[in-house]
Nanobody
Framework: QVQLVESGGGLVQPGGSLRLSCAAS????????MGWYRQTPGKERELVAT???????NYADSVKGRFTISRDNAKNTVYLQMNSLKPEDTAVYYC???????????WGQGTQVSVSS
């Protein structure tokens, strides 16, 4: 079992930045994959960014060049640095981790990001 707690959401103006954090209840050093997803009302949850244990990353086209996923194994935490935010980035952002390729996915509770002037 892994418990995930997200933080860092809030209200920001267009062009601003936020950094989301996702703290895990145990070591993430060897976790298979971790990622960030987002969801708006009436729409399916969509992938924002993922990072694997081999160091590879993947981003949605809509956030490439603006968002960066990173990890701090010492703090058991995954981050999503979001720059040049746009109103269309407004959503609830969720962290997901899968410890092993065969294991379940674990989700955080979500954190609201609102981009508005």
């Amino acid at each position: 079992q892994v418990q995930l707690v997200e933080s860092g959401g809030g209200l920001v103006q267009p062009g601003g930045s936020l950094r989301l954090s996702c703290a895990a209840s145990r070591s993430i050093a060897n976790f298979y994959v971790m990622g960030w997803y987002r969801q708006t009302p009436g729409k399916e949850r969509e992938l924002v960014a993922t990072a694997t244990n081999t160091g590879s990353t993947n981003y949605a086209d809509s956030v490439k060049g603006r968002f960066t996923i990173s990890r701090d194994n010492a703090k058991n935490t995954v981050y999503l640095q979001m720059n040049s935010l746009k109103p269309e980035d407004t959503a609830v952002y969720y962290c997901k981790m899968r410890p092993y390729v065969w294991s379940n996915d674990y989700w955080g509770q979500g954190t609201q990001v609102s981009v508005s002037s």
